[in-house]
């Protein structure tokens, strides 16, 4: 073997020693045997740790290597020796290695890079000196063609494990494959600082452009969990007989395609407020007339301040009321409670029920005058709750009286209507028989 041929065989093997694509012992692996005497004449070249920069002076050895020629992708690692003339001799193998990077991982013998959406392809060409065929085995996330297909969310760093085997033996190799995203972050549009007071509703409306026109979703954390936020009067708590305080808050907005976010900060300014009164809830009322009705408002004030009461009618200033006969009826009730400043209403039904009695009408018979006689009519009637009655006529009759003519006769109806003050009734039909009495004769002229 001639000298130069030797010199690359030396400097791509220490090439391949340093970043860790050929391993001893060798045998085992089934790729390259170095006799105790080279690897004596190798240790001695001087090596920079990221450069390989190797003169390499032997002058008299004769090395006999023996392994498989092995090609992977579009890289020689060993090409066989043509056999020289014809006499039988070892086989000599030449290694030869291009573009090796000093940044890959240990093993790795190359760095492929794509974009998302680009297609991986990894062609391995492998010669067996032996002429076996050969079987190519590829791990994950390559197919068994060795291709991959690399979609969008595919970012990121693979180490593929390559195997080439005659069936007996199997050489490996590592390629790094890098996918790099290609895409492009959402675009949020600025949203100012916002200032509210306690008690207002907080509405953000973010917006992004996508240069991939990729979905985007918006997220909320911080003050706000969500694009709404009615602002609290506990969100501010300011000290004792303070009431005008203000204190920042941040709600930060991240905006997703999915691949990547963007956020951005918005500060809050909520300043404390006035608070009005909390009235406990309260519940219809219902009574008889002639009882007391007496309201017990409670109320409370988060800012501390005194509260008074106010009620509508038929309730007094204290919300007392003591019915009496004839408040029969409902009444819509509204009580309030004020701080002075602001004020909290509820409302509440008082139905007063009616205690009365309605008048008994004594039973009087059935009348039979005669034409031109006087009917006087006189009723009685009871009452539980000794309340003036008064009488009322309809019908034949509309008084207690009633004079009657010699056109009146017949029969006749009479209702007499009992009332109290209160509006209690009691009626009765009364008939009334008018005989006919005969008149005598009357001149009406002479002649």
Known sequence: MNKKRL??????????????????????????????????QVENIPVETQELDAIIQIEEEIISLENETIVLGDNTLIETEEEEEEE???????????????????????????????????????QDPDGNQLMYLFSTPLSEEGEWQTKRGDVGEYIVNITVSDGELETMAKVLVVVESINKEPIMEKIENIAVKEGDKIVLEPKATDGNDDTIVFSFSGLMDSEEYEVSYNDVVCEEEVFNCLKIFTTTITASDGFSEVVQNVGITVT??????????????????????????????????????????????????QSKRGDVGEYIIYVTASDGDLSTSEKLTLTINSINEAPILTVMGDLVIDETDTITLSPTATDANNDTVAFTFSGWMNSNTFETGYDDSGEHTVTITAMDQYGGIDTMDLTITVNNVNRPPVIVDVS
């Open 88 to 126: 039988e001799t070892e086989e000599l193998t030449q290694i030869k290695v291009e573009d090796i990077a000093q940044s890959l991982p240990a093993g790795v013998f190359k760095k492929i890079t794509v974009k998302e959406k680009e297609i991986v392809t990894l062609n391995v060409n492998a």
């Open 272 to 321: 404390n407020t006035n608070r009005a009164p909390s009235l406990s809830a309260l519940e219809d009322i219902t009574i008889d007339e002639e009882e007391l009705v007496e309201i017990e408002a409670s109320a409370t004030d988060s800012d501390g301040d005194e509260i008074t009461f106010s009620f509508t009618a038929p309730l007094d200033d204290q919300g007392k009321l």
């Open 7 to 40: 010199m690359g065989v030396l400097i791509i093997l220490l090439a391949l020693m340093l970043n860790g694509c050929v391993k001893q012992p060798y045998e085992p692996s089934g790729l390259i045997t170095m006799p105790e005497e080279l690897v004596s």
